[in-house]
């Protein structure tokens, strides 16, 4: 049960609470109520988008059951749009938000669709802060500070194409990444790779068909191992918290340029050893991973939308390599010491449905992860749901259950957002 009232707004995208309904959520495709304590106030920096074609749904306490808001209740001849949260780094929903999808509807875009309500006089949505760091909080960049040290840093190093490249991620996309390295703190990017050898659903940097687009440009060269490690090795030796990480949202797959990343990793470590290297990868290249780990690789955060092989198989569509590839990318890491996150694209519903849980808990077991970066992922549900061939087994726990349970079975596992910096600066 929750005070919170439905969101909802009208042709003209202005937004309203409802008179009586309650907020409700959604699970895995099926609607369900809200209760308070999985509320927490809209996070600054997030964003409030409206839901073309479709109806809102809310809960009705008297009536005890789920309503789709056709009609404005303060304007009966006006129609009304759903609404839903895309929340700041460092969130993860609890809820995806309720709503009846058109016939006509086409699919939403690349983004996380949380449930949001109204509540206390503000918008409180159904999710989660799991990571206490401030890296990517949207009041702790300085823009005008930010463009000082870009443009004098793109003057300087005008050579070097990945600071060029960096610099338009920075200045023109946003990339909270990309900022930090030009303001010379925590994780800086290093994007390397145009191909990729898997062909996700929700790929962010290159989409195939005309359904929906890729919400970034990908990188179109392949540095240098000279120009990465030029990156790399200034912001390693004067960051605070300095860690730098090959595998970002604007190229393919890392791995695919297995031979320049061993050969800048090592031209990073002989020059300093402070900080971190670490690689955002799909894990679709054991052999490749176990000899950068050699080679003074520190970390790897895997991607994984299940650890269940056919959800993994139906949303990466890999292309030369399976799920056991995957799981035997972990094992090369963990055999040789090195730390290992998960990317664990979540979505409430299958992410914390039972079978799914115990998988997680049973690759946890079997490989020995460290952390669990819990991220949204940035998908149309319905849609998602379909393209997978979701068939629900069992029942959905909830997420912050799911992570009690893990947490239970494994209390050596860590929960977060961001990629740890192993040693952070003195
Ligand atoms: S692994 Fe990354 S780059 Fe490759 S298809 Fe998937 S999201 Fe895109």
């Not at 009232?5 to 699970?27: I, N, Q, T």
């Not at 010491?337 to 799914?356: A, M, Q, R, Y």
Request: one cysteine or more; a neutral charge; hydrophobic letters at 35%.
């Amino acid at each position: 049960m929750t005070t919170a009232r439905l969101v909802y707004a009208d042709e003209s995208g202005r937004m309203y609470d409802h008179p009586y309904l309650e907020m409700a959520g959604s699970s895995g495709g099926s609607w369900t109520e809200v209760d308070d304590d999985i509320l927490m106030p809209l996070p600054p920096g997030s964003e409030l988008f409206l839901l073309p074609d479709r109806v809102p749904v809310g809960y009705d306490r008297k009536k005890k059951r789920f309503v789709k808001l056709g009609k404005d209740p303060h304007n009966p001849q006006k129609k009304v749009q759903a609404v839903a949260a895309f929340m700041a780094p460092a969130h993860t929903q609890i809820l995806t938000a309720a709503y009846h999808s058109k016939q006509k509807a086409s699919i939403l875009p690349l983004f996380s669709y949380t449930a949001v309500g109204w509540q206390g006089g503000q918008f409180v949505v159904a999710g989660v802060r799991v990571d206490p760091l401030m890296r990517q909080d949207i009041d702790q960049f300085d823009l005008e500070r930010l463009e000082r040290r870009a443009k004098r840093a793109l003057t300087l190093q005008s050579h070097n194409r990945l600071i060029q490249h960096l610099g338009s991620c920075a200045l023109t996309y946003g990339c909270p990444a990309a900022k930090n390295y030009f303001l010379g703190r925590w994780e800086a990017p290093l994007p390397t790779s145009p191909q990729c050898n898997a062909h996700c659903l929700g790929c962010i940097s290159l989409q195939e068909g005309d359904q929906i687009c890729a919400t970034q440009e990908r990188i179109t060269f392949v540095p240098t191992p000279e120009e990465i490690a030029e990156v790399a090795v200034s912001h390693l030796r004067e960051a605070e918290d300095p860690l730098v990480s090959f595998g970002q949202g604007c190229e393919g797959e890392p791995l695919m340029q297995g031979k320049t990343l061993k050969e800048a990793v090592k031209l990073i470590r002989g020059q300093t050893g402070a900080g971190t290297i670490n690689l955002n990868t799909n894990g679709s290249l054991p052999q490749t991973i176990a000899e950068l780990r050699d080679d003074g690789l520190d970390s790897i955060r895997v991607s994984l939308n299940s650890a269940r092989e056919a959800y993994y198989h139906a949303y990466y569509r890999p292309r030369g390599y399976s799920y056991s590839d995957v799981t035997g990318s972990i094992r090369a890491m963990k055999s040789r010491g090195g730390f290992v996150s998960i990317n664990l694209l979540t979505l409430p519903g299958l992410t914390d449905e039972e079978g799914e849980v115990e998988a997680i808990i049973r690759l946890i077991g079997e490989t020995g992860i460290d952390l669990i970066q819990m991220r949204n992922l940035n998908i149309d549900p319905e849609w998602y749901l379909r393209e997978i061939g979701y068939r629900s087994s069992g029942r959905s726990i909830g997420i912050l259950e799911m992570m009690k349970r893990i947490r239970a079975s494994h209390p050596q596992v860590n929960f977060g957002y961001f990629n740890p910096c192993l040693n952070p600066s003195k």
